[in-house]
């Protein structure tokens, strides 16, 4: 390399270390590169909430540690102990701080597992406790037919039995109380293979209901296709356990009033429409998940009854 050309290179480099120093960048070469919108902790990450995990709720700063989870309706409750004793619960979900670093609370991968595997195994099984038949198309609808004083008697079959009654071909029917239950029971014509199984409500010696059973069973010709059974409670909202409704024994209706208006008032429900009266019962309806819910009189009527219009015929 020339002489000359070094001495400007040295000029150049003398000339450089001269310069004011540049103002420095603040923004980066590029303010939009990277995660610019994510926080300054990070973006929340999903931890599952076992038992013992140490998390702290942001918005009130409680920290403790999982002791539990447990759903809530339609939600999932996590309940954190703090270093004094102290329970309190809060949504899982997004919220929470795991040793400063956000977290998305989920539910514990072993209560997952639980819930799926109670899940089906209550999928091989009916409401009514049955063996569950996967696939299996609702029959035809047979000769036979099962009774029931009226529609709330037969919203609850339906909901506990009614798989059961599908795969059988059996139709619930409504006969609007049973003053004439003589009648009805003659205007189907039972006979074999066209059995009849009557659900009577308030089935209890010395009621106008036992006398007008007593004479239904008296018809001539008529005792090996016709089945009468009742249970003993004054309406089938009755035949559902008090603990569903959160009492240990359903309350007593003074004599003189409606007793599902007695029934609705006792639970603070709404009383003064037929409107009122039937959300009411779907309420109650709702509380019933399987035959578990419900007294053992009526279930063993209704079982009884399924049966009999079931069994095949010799005659």
Known sequence: MARGQQSGDGLRSLIVSQLPPRPSDRYGADVLSGDWKAPKRGRSTPVAAERGLVVEEVETGWVGAVVRVEKAGRMHVVHLEDRRGRTKGFPLGPGFQVDGRPVTLTAPRVASEAALATARQAQARTASGSVAVHGARARVASGSRLYVEGRHDAELVEKVWGDDLRVEGVVVELMDGVDDLAGII???????????????????????????????????????????????????????????????????IPRGTSWKHGICAALGWPHDTQADIARAWKRILGTVRSYADLEPTLLASVEELIDFVTAPTTD
Do not use: M
């Not at 066209?194 to 018809?219: F, M, N, S």
């Not at 004054?234 to 035949?239: F, N």
């Open 186 to 252: 003659t205007d189907f014509g039972p006979g074999p293979g066209r059995r009849i199984g009557v659900l009577v409500d308030h089935l209890v010696p010395g009621t106008k209901e036992a006398r007008i059973v007593d004479q239904a069973r008296a018809l001539p010709g008529l005792k090996n296709d016709v089945l009468v059974l009742g249970h003993p409670y004054v309406d089938v909202w009755q035949s559902v356990r008090p603990e569903r409704l959160g009492w240990e024994r359903w309350p007593v």
